[in-house]
């Protein structure tokens, strides 16, 4: 976790967005570390754990880290919890919480709520030419030598 | 939505990934297309949404796409759902279904269930350090040339 806080820390000195560090780890070895990137790359998905995830992914060549621990210096938000399960971990650690980063103005309470069903989504969600849209999903399925994952 | 449907068949064709595709327009005029890259380039998180948010963010320099409108040719995993809000969309529209999805093999449903509280969550996160890990967020509040998102 040390080193999840030495990323956060270079993170805000580099100005290169929100003060979150986030480090993998495979049989007690960093594979990647990374931190919050979202100003610096105009990336609005570049939290510190996707970018930790990115990093080790490209290092190991491989999109399974199953085998792998993260170490984030806060608690993820929706975006990240869910490319953790993609990412198939395990176990994750956090250091601050979710009320802590409330603290400084990144809330991700409004993201939870939507997806808990406990308010009323602000994004509009509209189907559209849905038959359509199946129909590369029927080729993928025929597909012999599709990589399946 | 055609454009969206051709990226998911172009993806198909290069085994690029799962098959789907994403476009993204500003004043009716498109932006930036993508399509799921995770298998080409080992990365978990490069659905068709996430890509394609990349793509346009990098083009027009700005982490806000509030003014933009996302079309997929699936509805969201609630990774992309998450970088959707965080993106600032106000309205996107998506073709084929979650249960479409997932009866080619890509299920979202467990991670939707976490989230909505149905389940007990498979991945352990373990809280660590907490103080050592608000630091870097204190410094950060406290900073004056900051770019708050």
Redo the contacts between chains.
């Keep these: ?2 080193i ?2 030495q990323e ?2 270079k ?2 000195k580099a ?1 290169d ?5 986030a480090v993998i780890v495979k049989n007690g070895k960093v594979v990647a570390r990374g931190h919050n990137m ?2 610096i ?5 570049a939290h510190a754990e ?1 970018t930790v ?2 990093n080790a ?2 290092k ?6 199953s085998d792998c621990e993260l ?1 984030t ?7 990240c ?17 979710r009320k ?2 409330a603290n ?2 990144f809330d ?1 309470k ?3 709520d ?4 406990n308010t009323k989504p ?9 038959k ?10 025929k ?1 012999i ?5």
């Design positions: 976790m040390k999840a806080v956060a820390a993170g805000v100005n967005g929100g003060p979150f560090g979202v100003v790359s105009n990336d609005p998905t996707v995830i990115r992914t490209a190991l060549k491989c999109f399974d880290l170490y210096s806060c608690e993820p938000c929706p975006m919890l869910s490319a953790i399960y993609w990412a198939k971990f395990k176990k994750i650690y956090f250091g601050a919480t802590d980063a400084i103005g991700d409004f993201i939870y939507v997806l808990e069903k602000s994004v509009v969600l509209k189907p559209l030419d849905r359509e849209c199946v129909k590369p999903m029927d080729v993928w399925k597909k030598d599709k990589v399946q994952y």
